[in-house]
């Protein structure tokens, strides 16, 4: 009875010949029956002895070996490639294989994915709401007009400066070289502020993302409350016009990321890395089916 470590020459044979799938086509086209017939000789000599272990750690052996020797011969092709190869002729001899160009593309996909882990910022949002009051009419609180004002005068530098004071942020965002400038304070508060105003509504959102949970909520929910203090001040003085609007909702800490989940984005970037390089591989496919004699083969030199 066969077993799955010990199959029969001709089933290993096969087997064999789809790792050597592995190697360059090259290399395949000069070595392949050489290595097959040394890899039949060594498979006799691993399963002659009557040991079942024996022909379990034999296709370990090879499995290593091939993946091993297989990455080199790729390293050494793609060594002698770059050397004084012009651009084209790089690209063209990446792309010339559909396995070559789903590998390439792939490859690509998980450099640049590398690439935003390592830079994007993780952030939390935190939100708060509020609602426009309305004057003499109650159709007053719709005006798109009026909810632009409103949105317009929560996120100005006059409004963002009074949150940077009111939190102490200048100091509380500064470094070892000092206190951070107040007007260095305002950009980062605008970097990470979202404030909507929801259509044929009075309702107005107010969001801050970043990296603090704690922070984002204070700052979401001071952003509303300075613009109330000062428009209570103005008001006092009789030289304000603008909208009263009232909190209903304060901003809790957020518990979820919303940006910058490192998981997520890894997870979408191969997914997408190898949805692309299956689309790279399917269109070199088409082209060497329909044009096997001409671009594919003979538009690159064959490189030794």
């Known amino acids: 009875m066969n077993t799955p470590a010990n199959p029969p020459p001709k089933r290993a044979e096969r087997l064999y010949r789809l790792l050597l799938k592995a190697y360059p086509a090259e290399f395949r086209r000069e070595f392949e029956e050489k290595l097959v017939q040394l890899f039949l000789d060594q498979h006799r000599d691993a399963t002659g002895g009557g040991s079942r272990s024996a022909p379990l750690g034999f296709w370990v052996r090879t499995l290593k070996d091939t993946t091993r020797s297989a990455s080199r011969e790729h390293l050494d092709q793609l060594r002698t490639t770059l050397t004084g190869a012009s651009p084209g002729t790089l690209l063209l001899h990446s792309f010339r294989t559909p396995w070559r160009g789903f590998s390439v593309t792939f490859a690509a996909g998980v450099v640049i994915t590398l690439v935003q882990l390592g830079t994007v910022q993780p952030a939390y ?118 909208a009263e609007i009232s909190i209903i909702d304060q901003a809790l800490p957020g518990r979820l990321l919303v940006r910058g989940h490192r998981g997520v984005m890894t997870v979408r970037g191969l997914v997408l890395s190898g949805l692309t390089g299956l689309l790279a591989a399917a269109g070199i496919a088409v082209l060497r089916l329909f044009f096997p004699s001409t671009w594919v083969e003979h538009g690159t030199p064959r490189l030794s």
Do not use: K
């Open 125 to 242: 949002m935190s939100t708060a709401r509020a609602v426009i009051n309305g004057r003499n009419d109650s159709l007053a609180a719709f005006d798109p007009h009026q909810r632009q004002v409103v949105v317009d005068a929560l996120a100005s530098d006059g409004n963002m400066g009074e949150v940077a004071r009111a939190l102490n942020l200048s100091v509380r965002w500064g470094n070892s070289a000092g206190e951070r400038p107040l007007v260095d304070s305002i950009h980062r508060l605008h970097r990470g502020l979202e404030i909507r105003g929801y259509r044929n509504t009075a309702l107005v959102e107010v969001s801050y993302f970043g990296g603090n949970a704690v922070e984002n909520a204070e700052i979401a929910n001071q952003i509303l409350t300075s613009y109330i203090v000062t428009r209570g001040e103005a008001l006092a003085q009789g030289r304000t016009d603008s």
